[in-house]
């Protein structure tokens, strides 16, 4: 039995208030006529019985205001309409500063708040659930260019929020046992007020309008970036919250997936992002899917040649077969895309292992492959004789393989720009050459998202997604960073990270 509209729209209000009666009055039914949806809709095996249980999910907004500063009013109001929608809990951070090009004008002035965020200061420390801490009790400095500096500790084991004008975000390795330590600041609900001084302009630089969505399911947290538009509106997910009330948000400009590593993409971030009726997918509607890393290369890795028992652990276990890692990929694009949809493969290092592995390999000693490698070989000859613009062979087999999508791979020169991000960098490749990172791409200026590392960050104007695979790979021994987490592009060309944790990707 197919889906209908009907039961699209049913499914995506459950998930959103995860409550039969609130989600029934929402939809202008009675009580009775929900649960008559949901037996059919279970019954075509749309919807697991998780989605209807009863929640304890919490939700609140949390940003930071300075003294002496007014708030933007228009995004104040926003935020109302968010709160007041989902029952959420607004929590205002308190920043003191001394503007000291205004002192020294004008003299000291006493302390004020804008009106209307008293009521929401919250200034001691507070747990928000067993993982997760409100860190308002700890003064940031509010021209600090790296506001998380020297705070991996004082959450202990739990993730850390840090009231502060700028949203920074950075993973802190833990033990694989556990997720990874988050910290994160919130942006600020006041306007940028600093001093004319060298650090006032660059906080007035990396200043954000904005605040972070926490929602908490028991000992589960997600948190979301929300960053405002000049008239104070936002967005958050697949709704965008105005002064004056709410909307159904357009399709999402795009979606940047962490790295896919198709081999060792984990099935529970495969059916949230892709394939459930309730993925991001389905729900954002992205018009772009930003994919990086979407081949692993195991079957010939260069780093496998001088480890000879797992190159004979992969001999008797058929795990070397370059064709048959390449017929899966394909088939597995075939599966989380559809024809409609526009994908674009990002130039990356584990994408370019196999154009690496056709210069070094000798066919001769590797009769599994020889095939495969005479047929993408004798292509980049032929090309590379009339032209220096080197054949990529993922791209040539997909464009064999994969007709029936719309597809196109760039490279870190492309400079292609969704929104306001360009989203042509992998992020191994630095500035001249050098290897990448996140906070290097802060010095070029610009706003970027990037793949790569597997550990989800916030750096300025710099996203870095983490990975769509396992957390647990043969090459991130010991404490881990990773994390399951995409970015989403909205249609105002802003972003926010979206981390996938259990297998949800919201509470």
């Not at 990773?482 to 919201?506: C, K, M, Q, V």
Request: net charge neutral.
């Amino acid at each position: 039995m197919t889906e209908t509209a009907t039961d699209r729209e049913t499914i995506e209000v459950l998930h959103r208030f995860r409550n039969q009666t609130k989600a029934a009055k929402y939809l202008g039914i009675s009580r009775n006529s929900m649960k008559k949806r949901i037996c059919r809709i279970r019954k075509k095996g749309l919807m697991s019985e998780t989605t209807t249980r009863t929640s304890q999910v919490k939700r609140y907004v949390i940003t930071a205001a300075q003294n002496n500063t007014q708030a933007h009013p228009q995004f104040l109001e926003s935020i109302h309409q968010y709160c007041e929608h989902f029952g959420a809990k607004l929590m205002v951070i308190p920043v003191n500063y001394e503007n000291i090009t205004l002192t020294s004008k004008n003299g000291r002035e006493e302390k004020w708040w804008a009106a209307g965020l008293v009521p929401h200061f919250v200034t001691e420390r507070q747990t928000l659930n067993d993982n997760l801490m409100l860190m308002a009790d700890v003064s940031v400095n509010a021209t600090n260019k790296h506001p998380l500096s020297g705070f991996e500790t004082v959450t202990g084991k739990r993730s850390g929020i840090f009231g502060h004008g700028q949203i920074e975000m950075q993973m802190i390795p833990t033990p694989l046992s556990k997720l990874p330590k988050m910290l994160h600041t919130t942006g600020s609900v006041t306007m940028p007020n600093y001093s004319d001084t060298k650090a006032g302009r660059i906080a007035e630089d990396n200043h954000c309008i904005g605040a972070l969505v926490v929602e908490t399911d028991g000992s589960r947290f997600w948190i979301r970036q929300i960053r405002a538009d000049e008239d104070g509106a936002f967005y958050d997910l697949n709704l965008k919250f105005t002064p004056s009330g709410i909307e159904q948000a357009e399709p999402a400009l795009g979606l940047v997936c962490g790295d896919i590593h198709w081999d060792f993409i984990c099935p529970q971030v495969k059916a949230a992002t892709f394939t459930a009726s309730d993925s991001i997918k389905a729900v954002l509607k992205p018009r772009k899917l930003i994919l990086h890393d979407v081949l692993d290369f195991y079957s010939a890795s260069h780093h496998h040649e001088k480890n000879a028992l797992l190159r004979f652990h992969k001999h008797h276990n058929q795990k070397n077969n370059v064709q048959n890692e390449l017929d899966r990929l394909v088939d597995g694009v075939r599966e989380i895309t559809h024809e409609e949809d526009d994908v674009v493969f990002v130039g990356s290092n584990h994408n370019e292992h196999f154009g690496q592995w056709l210069n070094r390999c000798n066919p001769n000693d590797d009769p599994e492959n020889a095939l495969v490698y005479h047929e993408v070989r004798l292509e980049q000859l032929r090309r590379a004789k009339e032209s220096r613009e080197f054949l990529d062979p993922l791209e040539w087999w997909f464009e064999k393989h994969l007709t029936d999508r719309r597809f196109q791979f760039i490279d870190h020169d492309s400079g292609m720009v969704v929104g306001k991000y360009d989203i042509s960098n992998h992020g191994h490749i630095g500035a001249n050459g050098s290897r990448g990172s996140a906070k290097q791409f802060t010095k070029f200026g610009g706003y970027y998202i990037l793949g790569h590392s597997h550990t989800p960050g916030i750096y300025k104007n710099v996203i870095q997604v983490g990975t769509s695979s396992v957390l647990r790979l043969e090459y991130n021994d010991g404490p881990s960073s990773w994390l399951n987490s995409h970015a989403i592009i909205y249609p105002n060309g802003l972003a926010s990270l979206i981390h996938i944790i259990d297998g949800r990707w919201r509470a």
